[in-house]
């Protein structure tokens, strides 16, 4: 089986990562990192972790002992769906997310990935919050 996280470099992707390295350790389960963005990085898209941040997020994942894929698209769908499409692709267990708090405006104008995913996820869908 197989654990599918959203990562962005951001704190709420940080406590993401964090909750899934620890649940894929728990369960000995792979973990599949999922870093996409609608966006393009070449200008200046955030979402998407550059080199160096996915040399960390590599070693963080091997100091946990933890067998694990990074899955970035670039210039892909929605991210929403490419995590819900990697889970359905490796029949996950769990997929977790990190969540931060938008306005209803911003909600209404640019959606949100984290409903999205909670909303078309086959399996079930862990929310986490930065501290």
């Given amino acids: 089986m197989t654990i599918v996280v959203g990562y962005v470099p951001t704190p709420q992707g940080s406590a993401a ?5 620890w649940e894929a350790q728990r369960t000995d389960e792979r973990l599949v990192v999922v870093n ?5 990085p070449l200008e200046g898209d955030t979402a998407i972790a550059d080199q160096s ?9 091997k100091n946990a002992r933890v067998d694990f894929g990074i899955h970035q698209p670039l210039r892909g ?4 769906d490419e995590i819900v499409k990697t889970a359905a692709e490796h029949q996950a267990s769990l997929i977790v997310i990190g969540l931060r708090h938008r306005s209803r405006v911003g909600k209404m104008l640019f ?4 409903q999205n995913v909670l909303l ?12």
Avoid at 77 to 80: C, H
């Fill in 120 to 131: 078309d996820a086959e399996c079930p869908v862990l929310a986490v919050k930065a501290k």
């Fill in 77 to 80: 769908s929605e991210p929403a």
């Fill in 17 to 21: 990562l964090a909750r899934a390295t």
């Fill in 53 to 61: 941040t996915l040399t960390q997020v590599r070693s963080q994942l």
């Fill in 111 to 114: 959606g949100s990935t984290a």
């Fill in 36 to 40: 996409a963005s609608r966006s393009d």
